[in-house]
């Protein structure tokens, strides 16, 4: 992929700072749509907005792309702040939605469009040459001169990519580009586009509200609510170390169990349920006795047996099971926990067998995969 020009940096993001957002916050009369936003991103890596409609995440990046101006606070660009700098001024591009192509053009000359926009203006070789490298990239040589409506919904989002990074910005802004994609497509497009990411070296900003386009591609994830930015982490450590009951339900599917702490020893806590039900997990940040939490466990780290002379565990009876291929989701309920969901493989029923609805068996799971959290 270097014959487009680019040069391929190393897989991991460096400690260089592309992009800075420094108490930032945007206001639309009396709504706050951004509040004091602190966020450094470096230069090549993946990272993600993620929150559901009405967070903020789209703001702080047309912030970043230059179509909002800060209502407070500063946006840097290379260490330099650019709150009056004009979008089209800036190394930034950004891919829309809906990806806002022109439907009159060829794709070569929706590609080439920015670069025929430069000032002083480039020779028509060289843009034709650009053109030719980009479509290359992302492998749509041969459909130079096809019309958008002759194109796929993949093959479209690639022409939006290519007109994006044919300008080789130093930062490429997504706005949920995929969303209009169904599901088959829109795994493939994950795919090329954390490939595309990794031999560009540019760096990616990806707003979306879908987890688990944000679990995939992205090397940190910022999880966003009403304006706020509530933690930052790689996708494994938000997924292992949410700081809150609202990061652990948004980034994976969890059950939540509500009570208050009763106990806290060297390397658990114990809770206290509604029902009298004691639960022990393992506390995420500063957990106080008497505090009001829930114990969140993920579906897939839950265990169920039918044999009766296993003594651990929680009674539970199948509510409902739902066969998704690779795995099967059971809902079961349980007289003090209520109802909750079960991940089990599918590999697991091939040797164990299915489970059914209204059988009786025992739930259990292992002491550090109960999370003691916060419930904000």
């Not at 560009?200 to 009403?226: K, N, P, W, Y």
Request: proline residues 5%; negative net charge; charged residues 25%.
């Amino acid at each position: 992929m270097t014959d487009a020009g680019y040069i391929p940096e190393s897989d991991q993001p460096s400690d260089t700072i592309i992009a800075e957002l420094r108490s930032v916050s945007k206001h639309f009369g009396d709504v706050v749509a951004a509040d004091n936003l602190n966020l450094s991103i470096r230069k090549g890596e993946f990272l993600s907005f993620l929150g559901p409609s009405g967070c903020g995440k789209t703001t702080a990046l047309r912030m970043l792309a230059g179509f909002e101006a800060p209502t407070s606070g500063d946006v840097l660009l290379d260490s330099e702040v650019v709150n009056n700098l004009e979008a089209h001024r800036r190394p930034v591009n950004m891919v829309f939605q809906h990806y806002a192509l022109f439907p009159h053009l060829t794709v070569e000359q929706n590609i080439g469009y920015g670069l025929r926009q430069q000032r002083p203006r480039l020779a028509k070789p060289v843009i034709a040459e650009k053109v030719r490298k980009t479509l290359e990239l992302v492998r749509l040589d041969g459909f130079e001169k096809r019309r958008i409506w002759e194109m796929s919904g993949g093959q479209q989002q690639r022409v939006a990519l290519a007109r994006a990074i044919v300008n080789e910005p130093k930062l490429l802004l997504l706005d949920e580009p995929l969303a209009a994609l169904d599901r088959k497509l829109r795994k493939e497009m994950q795919i090329e586009l954390q490939n595309l990411q990794r031999s560009l070296g540019i760096t990616f900003v990806l707003v979306t509200h879908d987890q688990e386009e944000a679990l995939s591609m992205s090397d940190r994830i910022c999880i966003m609510r009403d304006g706020r930015i509530v933690q930052i982490g790689s996708p494994r450590d938000l997924y292992d170390q949410p700081k809150n009951r609202y990061v652990a339900g948004f980034v994976g599917t969890s059950n939540f169990f509500d009570g208050k702490v009763s106990g806290t020893g060297r390397d658990h806590v114990s809770v206290t349920l509604a029902g009298g039900l004691i639960l022990e997990g393992v506390a995420v940040g500063d957990i106080a006795n008497g505090q009001d939490v829930c114990v969140s466990v993920r579906p897939e780290q839950i265990r169920l047996n039918r044999s009766p002379d296993k003594k651990e565990g929680f009674p539970v009876t199948v509510s409902n099971r739902i066969f998704l291929g690779e795995h099967t989701e059971y809902l079961v309920k349980h007289e003090s926990l209520g109802e909750f969901l079960v991940l089990t493989p599918r590999q697991t029923e091939l040797n164990d067998g299915p489970f059914n609805t209204g059988d009786t068996l025992l739930a259990s799971w292992d002491p550090g995969a109960a999370l003691i959290l916060d419930r904000a």
